[in-house]
């Protein structure tokens, strides 16, 4: 098993920026793929960003060249750099892993608890 934890989750005035870490422990040398989505109040969850074991990343349309994602092998943690925000990226944001590498790949195995991201307008 994998246990996922993320931080850095909070309150921010739009145009801001906040960064998220995800922690990874338990079976991590497992992981393949690893990646950010979240959960707006009302609305489904989505895909923000994806990133391979070697790097190549993958994100959706709505937040391309205002968020950055990046992962340290080594200290089995993941990270989304967040800037330029909008009110309407207020929501849950979930770190999630999968034993498979595969960069388009979102029924992830593992799953954190996510962090609260709100934006005020």
């Known amino acids: 098993q994998v246990q996922l934890v993320e931080s850095g989750g909070g309150l921010v005035q739009a145009g801001g920026s906040l960064r998220l870490s995800c922690s990874a422990s338990?079976?991590?040398?497992?992981?393949?793929?690893m990646g950010w989505f979240r959960q707006a109040p009302g609305k489904q969850r989505e895909l923000v960003a994806t990133?391979?074991?070697?790097?190549?990343?993958n994100y959706a349309d709505s937040v391309k060249g205002r968020f950055t994602i990046s992962r340290v092998n080594a200290k089995n943690t993941l990270f989304l750099q967040m800037s330029s925000l909008k009110p309407e990226d207020t929501a849950v944001y979930y770190c999630?892993?999968?034993?498979?590498?595969?960069?388009?790949?979102?029924?992830?195995?593992?799953w954190g608890k996510g962090t609260p991201v709100t934006v005020s307008s």
């Open positions: 990133i391979n074991s070697e790097g190549a990343t």
């Open positions: 999630a892993a999968d034993r498979f590498d595969r960069l388009y790949y979102y029924a992830m195995d593992y």
């Open positions: 338990g079976r991590s040398f497992s992981i393949g793929v």
